[in-house]
């Protein structure tokens, strides 16, 4: 039996499995399922472990898709990838733009498989593109039982709409199609603002091809990030010596080093954490920036180190109302947040278990850093904003850390019956599951029992 226990990139999560798979290839993939079929074990999918949330956890047996992972064909005229699931974005990218191609939007990091960031809804920013699942054009899927399902062979509604965006409880998906773009450059303008003039003027912002902004609680300060599509050109980076040490001061040194020794003695002295957020808006989110590079770079960022997440989607024309509402909530309960909450806009679409189903929306999410892995207190405050997002018809990043139930979400979902059914018919037994899936997806129960197997205790670290 395996001793290796497996964490979450910010180690708020950990399983210890009996058994864990590390497929090369669909032959090996189909054989570790019939093993796995032979026991009463339970399964989950793992890619790159980064979601902050015990989805990827598994006591029993758990599937690393993370060496599954080549790019098997580009087709530059129709501007599409067929790819592995187990491919990072990074490695995409880096494939794509050879072929002078790019992902049409990325969120802020690209460590993630593409398998982990579709399966979860991962998204960017821009209400003209919707996240990274509904890039999907196609989708090969083996189900635990051993059959092979074709997206192309099914009809829309059940293809697509429902398997894009699966929480890896569907089936293991083993290849990916989807749709890119011709490469791009991004020209960025950041600059400091006030809440009330970006939510009274939010429309014209939401014209911009990529728009996003940071609201810094404490300082009550926003930082915004507008991005215009441009045409690619190859250009170097020629910073001077000098420069290139302004940089290593700002961005290591200030943004990084002493923010997270700041936000280390916060712990231990909570009232602090309203001057580290307006020194921080002062020396970081303060002088208006202009920069132009390749979409990769300017979409993407240093997220810096360990931290809480929890990131709800709400729809768009409720921005306004979440942010003051959101404002007041820190106010009134005297919560010492970190900064940012960030927000960005995404496309409404059709995917079945989509929190943009139906409806162009915004995302806002909150944080809480682990300075060298120290857990500052942020239960209450995250609870609180769950409770005020859901009061707005909030659905939550399923990636992301939240503690709601599955049954006070389905209600916003109109298909969450429709991928019930389709989950019963792909995995009868229910043999895809495990502390998340029971919390979200079984609140409400089950027409039929899953196989007995282990209790399933992935459990938070600091719970
Ligand atoms: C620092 C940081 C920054 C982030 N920034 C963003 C952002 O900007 N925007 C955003 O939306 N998200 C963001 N995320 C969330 C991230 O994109 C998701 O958590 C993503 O799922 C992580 O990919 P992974 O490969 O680590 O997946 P994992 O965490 O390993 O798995 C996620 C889910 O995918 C399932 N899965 C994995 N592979 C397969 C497969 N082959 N078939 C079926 N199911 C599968 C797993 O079972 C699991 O349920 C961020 C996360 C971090 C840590």
Not at 360 to 389: H, N, R, W
Not at 393 to 406: D, I, L, N, Q, V
Request: overall charge neutral; some cysteine.
């Amino acid at each position: 039996m395996p001793k290796e226990m497996i964490y979450n990139e910010s180690r708020q999560f950990s399983c210890r499995p009996k058994k864990i798979f590390v497929p090369e290839n669909t032959a090996e993939l189909a054989q570790q399922l019939e093993s796995i079929r032979k026991t009463s074990m339970s399964l989950r999918l793992v890619g790159g472990a980064l979601s902050p949330s015990d989805m990827a956890m598994s006591n029993d047996a758990l599937i690393r898709m993370d060496q599954f992972n080549k790019i098997t064909h580009i087709n530059q005229k129709n501007r599409t990838i067929t790819v592995q699931p187990g491919a990072t974005l990074h490695k995409m990218n880096q494939a794509l733009a050879a072929a002078n191609l790019a992902m049409p939007v990325l969120g802020s990091i690209t460590k993630q498989t593409i398998g982990g960031a579709v399966a979860t809804g991962t998204h960017g920013t821009g209400i003209n593109v919707g996240s990274l699942s509904t890039l999907v054009a196609s989708a090969r899927l083996l189900t635990v039982e051993g059959d092979w399902i074709d997206t192309e062979k099914l009809d829309k509604t059940e293809g697509l709409n429902g398997i894009a965006l699966s929480l890896g409880s569907l089936g293991i998906v083993a290849e990916l199609t989807l749709n890119v773009s011709d490469a791009f450059n991004l020209s960025v303008t950041e600059a400091p603002n006030t809440l009330e003039n970006v939510l009274e003027n939010l429309q014209e912002r939401l014209l911009y091809d990529h728009y996003r902004f940071w609201y810094i609680p404490h300082a009550d300060r926003v930082w915004e990030w507008q991005a215009t599509r441009c045409a690619p050109t190859k250009g170097s980076d020629n910073l001077t010596i000098v420069q290139r040490l302004r940089r290593w001061y700002d961005e290591k040194l200030i943004n990084y080093h002493c923010f997270q020794f700041l936000l280390y003695i916060s712990t231990h002295m909570p009232s602090i954490v309203p001057a580290i957020n307006r020194w921080t808006a002062q020396k970081r989110f303060n002088t208006p920036k202009n920069t132009f590079n390749d979409s990769v770079s300017q979409f993407t960022f240093d997220c810096l180190f360990q931290q809480h997440v929890n990131e709800w989607s709400i729809p768009i024309e409720k921005t306004p109302q979440a942010l003051t509402q959101l404002r007041d909530l820190i106010a009134h309960k005297g919560y010492k947040v970190h900064m940012p909450i960030e927000v960005r806009f995404v496309k409404g679409d059709d995917l079945w278990l989509s929190p943009c189903q139906g409806r162009d929306s915004c995302y806002i999410g909150v944080i809480a850093y682990t300075p060298y892995g120290k857990q500052p207190e942020y239960q209450a405050y995250f609870q609180d904003v769950e409770k005020l997002m859901l009061s707005l018809g909030g659905r939550p990043h399923w990636a992301k850390y939240f503690s709601t139930e599955g049954d006070k979400i389905a209600a916003s979902y109109p298909h969450w019956q429709d991928f019930q059914m389709l989950r019963k018919k792909l995995d009868p037994h229910y043999r895809l599951r495990n502390a998340f899936t029971e919390r979200v997806l079984d609140s409400q129960p089950l027409d039929s029992q899953p196989l007995d197997s282990q209790p399933l205790d992935s459990q938070p670290l600091d719970s």
